[in-house]
């Protein structure tokens, strides 16, 4: 098989690079470190009501444009800290280094949408974040 050089220069460079790292899977109910964050899925059952989730100042919530909450989005948060997560619940809750922070989410083919929060060094009380995503249409 015969290529041509820029091809090969391509394939070759392909096979070397290291791989970007897939979105983590979030366990429901289960803390997970990230680079500078800690983040868990949560808001379904009597879980959703554990006192320990009040210790994490930002709750971002996953909606459709009926305030009817969504699961099973892809989550990207960036900023003071990082995180790449897949989430089956309609709840992240965060916590991390101080300062701003940018989330993108996607649900199903809905349009992605995004937010900006502030994490401060004091915690406070919890803030809601909230995702509409009102071009979602299930199953599709």
């Known amino acids: ?18 791989a970007m790292p897939a979105a983590q899977s979030m366990a429901m109910d289960t803390p997970v470190s990230y680079q500078g964050v800690q983040a868990v899925c949560t808001g379904v059952g009597s879980a959703k009501d554990d006192n320990q989730w009040a210790s994490y100042p930002i709750r971002i919530e996953f909606s459709n444009d009926g305030a009817q909450f969504l699961s099973g989005a892809h989550v990207t948060l960036s900023g003071a800290g990082s ?11 965060v916590k991390g280094n101080p ?11 809905a349009k992605p949408e995004s937010a900006t929060f502030t994490l401060g060094a004091n915690g406070g009380a919890q803030k809601r974040v909230e995702m509409r995503f009102p071009d979602y249409k299930p199953n599709e």
Request: hydrophobic share 50%; aromatic share 8%.
């Open 83 to 93: 995180a790449d997560l897949n989430c089956d619940g309609p709840w992240v809750l």
């Open 99 to 109: 300062g701003t922070y940018k989330v993108t989410a996607s649900i199903g083919n």
């Open 1 to 18: 098989m015969m290529m041509f050089p820029t091809a090969a220069i391509m394939l070759a460079q392909a096979m070397t690079a290291p």
